[in-house]
């Protein structure tokens, strides 16, 4: 990576504090992930090993104001939760985290999440000082996370990036008929079977590894092939849904959607 601006770090030393002048990254004086440091796409097993160096020892001083992290080492999320940006607040007191600590944290804090404090996913002691959980107000699982050090003004966040489109039906699970397949878009029609929701067609997506299980209709076989609860369990292909829903056949399944709005699991209800 090449640096293009020097700025001043101030650096705890035990029995004192002396200031240093390093070389920072184009990032409004902040450490992001470069050469070596394979941060993209927000999965948690992407931050580097050893990663955070840069704001370990302190903040970064700023008079920039907030800095988008993920606009160089990219959005955000828990696996299977809707990517976001992550955002390094800028203090009043012009202290800022550097990115790559905060994508350090921000991991961290995904990893324990299996171990969070209540239903703002609270978790204490991410890399020995920060504290991070979902802001209030936000809704669900989806919310944004806060992150903030204890007696200090640092702090980083995760933020929607504005203008996106949202959610309609993140981390869920719902019965549907498919309807149809648009193939300039690559999604599949579909319209809810709840009671109230009758006639209103949607589109999304098939993840890429989406599993496909038959019990009728979408791969034939001599007899239905179903589970304990009327669902088809013969694995089959996303070809063969597609197919169907081109000759214009309605297919009657349960769905799980993942945080990015993509069907993951289509389970054909059987129907005798």
Known sequence: MEFTAKKTIKLAIAGGAIAATALLSACGGNDVAGNGSPVRNAAVEQVPDGGGQGAAAGAVESSKGDVNCSEHGGQVGAPGRQKMDLIAVAATDGTIPGCTEAFTVIAEYYEKLPRAEGPGERVLDVRGKWTCARQAGSAGAQGAVVCGVPNSSLQLETRKTPGEQPRKFPNSTQQVQFTGYDATVQMVRFQLLTSGDEGKTYR???????????????????????????????PCGQDELVQQLREGNPVPARISVDGEDRITTVKEIYRP
Request: proline letters at 6%; one cysteine or more; glycine letters at 10%.
């Open 204 to 234: 999304l997506p098939l993840h890429e590894g989406a599993e496909v299980l038959s019990a009728a209709t979408l791969c034939p076989a001599d007899s239905a092939t179903i589970d304990d609860e009327g669902y088809g369990n013969k």
